[in-house]
């Protein structure tokens, strides 16, 4: 499913897509919200996303994975304060296609001075960090991460099972993978470079994200490293007890799909040429 297959519009906007010399001078943020049933978790966090967005400069792509619980009516009604864009898969496509055919609409529209963030819908994530995120870019990282695990982190609101299993994958990734900087390797929050994302879509295509779940986050940081990005992190205060649906990620398929992609990263030949 790429976003030329899918159904990318407009639901709302102040004053419609910038001009492009206003681009050049105003860097802005593109949020990307993959949503799967987030009808509820939705309202919440776009109300704080508009409050921290000044006049056009956060643009928020809400990718519907297929919802059946009304997603996409939420943000076709638009909101308040904020340019929301509606990302549309007719059926479920799970985690990786929907941040992949994210990225890909707020590509097609971002310019190469501007931010790509991905957050998840469910509320647990504080948009008050995107301007964390946006001074770190500006001061010269590519990619940085909101991260549970250095000072000022912490994800104890969330169930121990959960906890366990993002303490496990970081350990593992950071021994076996070494990516320098990161500490939380499978954090759903996250923002990019956009001329990083650019270069890095430009090689993969497609194949930017192949993991159908999960593992995603992991895989696109390990086929960005290639690209020799400077990755910082940021305090993340996981705000679990937000969260009002139940929980998506199934434990022992992430687990199955984190020791695929390490397999598969290792067989994997490095890009013919530096990227
Ligand atoms: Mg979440």
Redesign the pocket.
Known sequence: MTVDEGDVRTTSGQGGPALPDERRTHARAHVVLPAYNEAASLPPLLTRLAEVAPAGKIVAWVVDDGSSDGTADVVAGGWPGLDLRLVSHPVNLGLGQAVQSGLRAALAEADEHDVVVVM?A?D?HDPALIRDLEREIAAGADVVICSRFVDGGTDATAPPLRRLLSRGAAVLFRRVLRVHGVRDCTS?FRAYRASLLARAAAHWGERLIEERGFACMVELLLKLRHCRPVVTEVPLALRYDR?RGPSKIRIARTVWQYGKLLVRDRLSPAPYRSL
């Open positions: 998840d469910d647990t759903g969260k």
